[in-house]
């Protein structure tokens, strides 16, 4: 699996966008990009994830580089309750990874009020 | 839908004992992966189980070892239990199928303290 970056923490005040980058330049070109967020103490949460193209759901948004080699992670209105660790996963879905997921040290989002 | 479940919540033990941790999969899900928590750090891949076998491998000494039953519930067993497995321990479910992306959820974790 591609190995990624992203800063240690950032902060963002609440109702404002927050932008979370990763860094994924030697993506291939069968592996997707996957965002998971951890509340304190509880399970990771799946957020969204992509191949090439930008997406969208409830939750959030997923911005991806024409070359793929970075991604930014969009949480429109932040909100006291987004404050987490986000993790920023590369893997092949399928294949031989069989969807394992490699977690890095992930950003400490803290939004304020 | 329950989602998935792990049992116990907490457990503590002391070094040298022997500790199964139990993971009930989403409805539907056929797959079921461990990870290891340490404070501070990510998830780390312990193995994942489909179809009653172990499929894949992380970077884990022999005395993790797993099992899944006919329903697709697993256990996680760790045994000679040293103080660096103090950990939580996280299962995850994933359906059927390996094509394209898929979300995989994640349960509660069980948080295990070795003395």
């Known amino acids: 699996d591609a190995k990624t970056t992203q800063p240690p923490s950032m902060d963002c005040a609440e109702g404002r966008a927050a932008n979370l980058p990763c860094n994924h330049s030697t993506i291939s070109g069968n592996e997707y990009v996957y965002w998971y967020r951890q509340i304190h103490s509880q399970g990771p949460q799946y957020i969204i994830h992509?191949?090439?193209n930008n997406e969208t759901n409830e939750m959030a948004s997923l911005i991806i580089t024409e070359d793929r080699k970075s991604s930014t992670l969009i949480l429109p209105h932040a909100t006291l309750r987004d404050t987490a660790v986000y993790y920023c996963?590369?893997?092949?879905?399928?294949?031989?990874?069989?969807?394992?997921?490699?977690f890095g040290q992930g950003t400490i989002l803290t939004v304020h009020p | 839908d329950a989602g998935v479940t792990q049992s116990p919540t907490h457990l503590i033990k002391t070094r040298g004992q022997q500790v199964t941790l139990r993971c009930s999969p989403k409805?539907?899900?056929?797959?079921v992966s461990w990870y290891q928590q340490a404070l501070g750090q990510g998830p780390q891949f312990i193995f994942q189980y489909y179809e009653e076998e172990e499929r894949q491998r992380g970077n884990f000494p022999d005395r993790f070892s797993g099992h899944q039953f006919p329903n697709y519930s697993s256990e996680l067993n760790v045994n000679a239990l040293l103080l660096g497995d103090s950990a939580l321990y996280l299962c995850?479910?994933?359906?059927?199928?390996?094509?394209?992306?898929?979300?995989?959820?994640f349960g509660p974790g069980t948080r295990l303290t070795v003395l």
């Open positions: 992509g191949l090439k």
């Open positions: 996963i590369v893997t092949n879905a399928g294949g031989t990874s069989y969807g394992k997921l490699t």
């Open positions: 995850a479910s994933k359906p059927p199928g390996l094509a394209g992306g898929y979300e995989q959820f």
């Open positions: 409805s539907g899900h056929d797959t």
